[in-house]
Structure formats: structure tokens, C-alpha cells
């Protein structure tokens, strides 16, 4: 399996040793030095860790991109993957805003690209009457001795 891998940070060393545990050959991308160097040493597999999309060959081809970097930007990034990838893995916060989110989906949709987010729970038919109210909501958490809510 051939992984593009954009983020080399705590996420994407969480991804890197998931696809240890199968043959892949990964590409990452990842700005800091010190993150690539990381990910190179955990992942005992085929990894080439550059650090910029531009550094990557241009004629090549992914069964999956997997974005684990903060949400900064991320609609740019997905837009420059999707030519090179047939699927993607968007981990969240997908975008800085419900409009980047909603062009983001767009993107995709057009793409004809399978993608999936970890945010499988808002899809849920019980969650249609929140979608089509449009929100923003804001739950309150009142208990004690249970954390972050």
C-alpha cells in the first residue's frame, strides 16, 4: 500500500505505527525537521519524509492520503491530493471555519474520491434536526469530579 502522510506530529506518528503493523511504503510530509526525524526512526518500513508537497514527485500516485496536521490550510492541501490519491482519511478539525469545512466537502464531493473523517457520530439520523438547524450550538457541561466534559 502506497500512504501519502501529511503531518508528522503526534497524530501522524499514532497513523505511522498503524501502518507498521502492514506493508506500506509511506510518504510523509511534514515541515519540522525534528518531527521527520522522529517518524523515521519509529517507522520501520519504506518511508521517504520531505517537507514541503512540493517535494513530492509530482508523477506519483497514493492508495491513500491521510491528513494529521492541524487544520490550518487544510482545504489547500486536500485540493493539491486529490489528483494523487484514491482515498483520503481527514482527521479533525477538518478546517478553521463552517465555510472552509463546507468547500472542503465540496472538493471532495466533485472529486468523486472516497474520503471519511472521524466525525462519524454527526451523520447519524439522530443528529438530522441539529444539522438542518445549522447551529452554531453551545453545550454546557455541568458536573463533578468527571474532567473535561
Same mark, same amino acid.
Given at each position: 500500500?502506497?500512504? !501519502?502522510?501529511?503531518?508528522?506530529? #503526534?497524530?501522524?506518528?499514532? =497513523?505511522?505505527?498503524?501502518? $507498521?503493523?502492514?506493508?506500506?511504503?509511506?510518504?510523509?510530509?511534514?515541515?519540522?525537521? %525534528?518531527? *521527520?526525524?522522529?517518524?523515521? $526512526? /519509529?517507522?520501520?518500513? /519504506?518511508?521517504?519524509?520531505?517537507? &514541503?508537497?512540493?517535494?513530492?514527485?509530482?508523477?506519483?500516485?497514493?492508495?491513500?492520503?491521510?491528513?494529521?496536521?492541524?487544520?490550518?490550510?487544510?482545504?489547500?492541501?486536500?485540493?493539491? $491530493? !486529490?489528483?494523487?490519491?484514491?482515498?483520503?482519511?481527514?482527521?479533525?478539525?477538518? %478546517?478553521?471555519?463552517? +465555510?472552509?469545512?463546507? *468547500?472542503? +466537502? %465540496?472538493?471532495?464531493?466533485?472529486?468523486?474520491?472516497? /474520503?471519511?473523517?472521524? =466525525?462519524?457520530?454527526?451523520? !447519524?439520523?439522530?443528529? %438530522?434536526?441539529?444539522? #438542518?438547524?445549522?447551529?452554531?450550538?453551545?453545550?454546557?457541561? &455541568? &458536573?463533578?469530579?468527571?474532567? !473535561?466534559?
Amino acid at each position: 500500500m502506497k500512504v !501519502l502522510l501529511i503531518g508528522g506530529g #503526534r497524530m501522524g506518528q499514532r =497513523h505511522l505505527s498503524g501502518l $507498521a503493523s502492514i506493508d506500506a511504503s509511506v510518504v510523509l510530509v511534514e515541515p519540522a525537521e %525534528e518531527a *521527520r526525524r522522529a517518524c523515521a $526512526a /519509529a517507522f520501520p518500513g /519504506a518511508l521517504v519524509a520531505v517537507a &514541503s508537497p512540493a517535494d513530492v514527485d509530482g508523477a506519483a500516485r497514493f492508495d491513500v492520503a491521510i491528513f494529521a496536521t492541524t487544520a490550518y490550510g487544510r482545504l489547500e492541501c486536500v485540493e493539491w $491530493a !486529490l489528483p494523487r490519491s484514491s482515498a483520503l482519511l481527514v482527521e479533525k478539525p477538518l %478546517e478553521q471555519s463552517r +465555510t472552509r469545512v463546507r *468547500r472542503l +466537502t %465540496e472538493v471532495v464531493d466533485m472529486s468523486g474520491v472516497p /474520503a471519511w473523517a472521524n =466525525h462519524y457520530r454527526r451523520t !447519524l439520523p439522530g443528529y %438530522e434536526d441539529l444539522r #438542518r438547524a445549522g447551529g452554531p450550538f453551545v453545550i454546557s457541561v &455541568s &458536573s463533578g469530579g468527571m474532567g !473535561l466534559g
